[in-house]
Structures are given as C-alpha cells and as structure tokens.
C-alpha cells in the first residue's frame, strides 16, 4: 500500500472550505487539517503537530488528537525549525509522546541545500532523532527543503530522491517506511512510485489534482 499524506498547512481559511475540500479529497488518503478543524472533520485521520508538555499555552496533547480520531501526527516538519524554533530535542520529545499514545509519527527529514552532498548529515540526524524508540512504528518522508513549494519547489529526479531515502535508511536498523515529499503533484508524482508514498503540500488543497495523483499510487 502505498500512502497519501495531504498536508494542509495553514489552508484553507474557513470551515466551510475545509468541509468541501475534505469531502472531495478524504478518500484513500491522510489528511492533516490544521488543528482547529479537526473536530469537524468526522474520519480525518491526521495531525499537524502535537506538543510533549502538559500546561504549554496553545499546544495539543496527543490524547485529545487520539479523540478526535487522529492515527498519524506530522513531526519535524522543516518549516518548524526554519521558523518558528523547533529543535531536534523538540522533535524527539514528540516522537516520544505520540508513540506512547499509540499514533503513527510521520516524520520529516531532508537536506537543506541541493549543494550539499553530505547524505551523512541526513543519516546522523535520523539516528540522534530516533534514537531508543521503536522505528518499525515511524513512518519516514524524505523531503529536501528546497523542493518544497513554497522554498523554490525544484523537484528532484528520481535517483536523487532514492539517496535520500537511502540516508535515511542508513541511520535506522529496521526496514522502515520512506515516503517521498517536496512539490508533488500529478506531473511528478510518477517520479517518486519506488518509495512507500507521498506527502502533498500545495497541489493537496486541489480536488483533481489530490484524484490525478491517488490514481497514479
Ligand atoms: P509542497 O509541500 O507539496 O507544497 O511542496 C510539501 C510539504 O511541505 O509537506
């Protein structure tokens, strides 16, 4: 089975939209609303974050997603880090309450220059990451910052993004779940068919191109 992650971000702007995209888009897939519509969205199955704490201003729990119906958590998004501080302590501490609630961590991991040639960078923070947790349970994305859409969106060919499912591979002992991220859409998903799935960003928040795409996995 291959997976489909559609990652909402911070879209779309009313619960109204959210209902009608929901409804055209829910089927077969992972979608991670942002948070506050997740208790209107009945079978949405993902979140966006979650927080470690048990009094922190704002965050969400992983037992009040579990009760809206969540089964996976986006973790350690690069957006994240790159703008709002979160660390690799943050991330491990999260991938830490959501396994012990019984989630699926989807986990992000990428380089963040083209340039850089360095897949032991990826391999060595996948190892810090997970390190002592049971990484059969995590589901893994392989997605460079600069092929998201948002930060340029140069997609990579396919050989590329293999190494950088490999560096992942490399840092955890288990044959663990790669999925593929950074501009997917109906024109490039077919690149990207070696790996276990897709995390969607912009082209999720359209109806035929969320089809296009399922149709191809
Ligand atoms: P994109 O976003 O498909 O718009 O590049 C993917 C992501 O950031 O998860």
């Not at 209107?40 to 704002?58: E, N, R």
């Not at 923070?125 to 997970?130: G, P």
């Not at 050989?159 to 991220?181: M, T, W």
Request: aromatic share 6%.
């Amino acid at each position: 089975m291959r997976y489909l992650v559609l990652n909402w971000k911070m879209n779309p702007s009313t619960l109204k939209e959210a209902k009608a995209l929901f409804r055209k888009t829910k089927k077969g897939a992972i979608v991670c609303p942002p948070s506050i519509y997740l208790g209107h969205l009945k079978g949405c199955l993902g979140a966006q974050d979650v927080s470690w704490g048990d009094s922190y201003t704002g965050e969400i729990a992983p037992k009040m997603l579990k009760d809206m119906g969540c089964k996976y958590v986006l973790v350690g998004h690069s957006e994240r880090s790159r703008y709002l501080g979160e660390t690799e302590d943050m991330v491990s501490k999260k991938l830490r309450v959501i396994l012990e609630e019984g989630l699926t961590p989807i986990l992000f991991v990428g380089d963040e220059s083209r340039k850089s040639d360095d897949d032991g960078l990826i391999t060595d923070k996948v190892r810090r990451l997970v390190s002592g947790l049971d990484t059969e349970k995590i589901i893994f994305v392989y997605e460079p910052v600069w092929a998201i859409s948002t930060e340029g969106g140069d997609s990579p060919a396919s050989e590329e993004a293999l190494r950088g499912r490999d560096a992942i591979l490399a840092g955890v002992d288990k044959d663990v779940r790669v999925l593929y991220g950074g501009s997917v859409d109906s024109k490039t998903v077919n690149r990207y068919l070696e790996f276990d799935g897709v995390v969607v960003g912009r082209a999720s928040l359209d109806p035929k191109e969320v089809r296009k795409i399922a149709k191809q996995l």
